[in-house]
Structures are given as structure tokens and as C-alpha cells.
């Protein structure tokens, strides 16, 4: 049995305005979230919901996962970042060499993410969102790869990349050196066994495959809040 990938999920300051700015540039419709928050789900092949839930904890540091927005011409990519900067984005430096053709852009509660220049080969037949970009270790690659059970469709010089049969975007984790961790990551999976599946077994077997369980000190009812190999947080829902 494996996970499916349910929702990536944001802590937000102000769920509702961070929902409506990501349903506006990536044409998603809104929705309230039994989970908490409200929620928006996807109008193409991308198979899982994207989640907002109030928090006031502070950003620290450039978040460790973040979107790689595909466009078709370099006419569609202004035009993208064009709708993104209406919205309410801004342009950021991370360090991007001016002959890179990406467009690194914060979301108003500053969560980075890149709209790639037309021609990227790597992600050409992806849809809107490319990839969930992360930073992260070959093993936490391998993990997630078992844990969705997802094929690897990249394994080079310590840098993996898994994608669903299905379609719709990749995951890919760049490798070392890898960013110190600092606090709690504003954005987190949410995993689910399918219907009629074993929560607690699923919970067992991701920590054989080196996950651990994370005490939060609350009662979080119908989830459990791990860890994956490279400390970066989940959560096991129940099933759906």
C-alpha cells in the first residue's frame, strides 16, 4: 500500500488573502477545507489540493520548497509574472546570475517561487506548476519516492526527482549543501493512505523507511505530524 498526496499545505498570516492571490495565478477555484482553512484545487492533471491555515509564526529564512511555474514564450512568461506582480507579488534576489532566464518572485507573505523561462527540457511535458522544487538530500528523494510510491524520473550527482504516474508536476530535491533548518517550514505535505487504508500501518511503515513521528504536544485529531528523513515536517491524514 502507498500514500497519496493530498494537499501541500501554507501557513498563512492571512489564509484567505494568500488562497485567493495563488487561485488567481494559477486559475483554481476556491474552497472551504474540512482540515481547517480553505483550500484551492486544481482546474489540470496536478492531483492534489493546495491548503492555506492561519499561523503567526514568522517567516525565517528562504522556505525550502517552492514552485517552478512553466510558460510556453517568453511573451507568456512576462505575462505570467505580470498577473503574479497584479496580484500582489514582488521580485526577489536569491542570488539568480543575470543571465538566468527564470524570474524568482515572492507571494505577498514572502514564499518564493520561479517562473521558468520557455524551452526548459526538464520540465516540458509538465503542466502550469513544473515542479515542487526542494531542498533536500538524495535519501530524502529515495524516501519519498517509496512513501508515494512514485517512480524516480531523475537520479544524478545526488539530485532526484520523483513524479505520480499519473502526471502533473515533479518533486525534486537539489542536493547538497543543504540549507540549515530554521524553525518549523511554512510548507508541509498532507498524505493520506486511500479509502479503507491503514493510518497506523502506513505511520509503521514510514518510519522504516526513516520518517519519525513529531510530538506536537496537541491532540491533532485525524493526523499524525511526522518527519522525513531530512526533518522536514508531514502529515499523515486518516484515510480518504
Avoid at 522556505?63 to 505580470?82: E, I, K, Y
Avoid at 518572485?105 to 513544473?130: H, Q, R, S, T, W
Avoid at 524520473?153 to 502526471?167: L, N
Wanted: charged share 20%.
Amino acid at each position: 500500500m502507498t500514500l497519496h498526496l493530498h494537499a501541500l499545505c501554507f501557513d498563512a498570516h492571512d489564509p484567505l488573502r494568500l488562497a485567493h492571490f495563488w487561485a488567481g495565478v494559477l486559475g483554481w477555484e476556491t474552497a472551504d477545507d474540512s482540515s481547517d482553512g480553505i483550500a484551492i484545487l486544481p482546474s489540470d492533471d496536478t492531483g492534489f489540493r493546495i491548503r492555506f491555515s492561519a499561523s503567526q509564526e514568522q517567516k525565517a529564512g528562504q522556505n525550502p520548497l517552492h514552485f517552478d511555474l512553466t510558460s510556453a514564450s517568453l511573451a507568456d512568461q512576462r505575462g505570467v509574472v505580470a498577473r503574479a506582480l497584479g496580484l500582489g507579488a514582488r521580485h526577489i534576489d536569491i542570488g539568480q546570475r543575470p543571465e538566468e532566464g527564470h524570474v524568482v518572485l515572492a507571494d505577498p507573505e514572502g514564499n518564493e517561487f520561479c517562473v521558468i523561462e520557455p524551452g526548459n527540457k526538464f520540465l516540458a511535458d509538465c503542466g502550469f506548476i513544473g515542479a515542487l522544487a526542494c531542498d533536500g538530500s538524495q535519501d530524502v528523494g529515495y524516501f519519498w519516492s517509496r512513501a508515494l510510491g512514485w517512480p524516480l524520473v531523475w537520479d544524478q550527482d545526488q539530485e532526484t526527482a520523483i513524479r505520480s504516474p499519473h502526471g502533473g508536476p515533479k518533486i525534486t530535491w537539489g542536493g547538497p549543501p543543504l540549507m540549515p533548518k530554521t524553525g518549523k517550514n511554512r510548507l508541509h505535505f498532507d498524505v493520506a493512505p486511500p479509502a479503507h487504508g491503514d493510518q497506523r500501518a502506513e505511520v509503521d511503515r514510514l518510519v522504516a523507511l526513516g520518517a519519525t513521528r513529531i510530538d506536537t504536544g496537541q491532540d491533532d485529531v485525524g493526523r499524525v505530524v511526522m518527519a522525513d528523513p531530512d526533518g522536514n515536517e508531514f502529515c499523515v491524514l486518516t484515510p480518504r
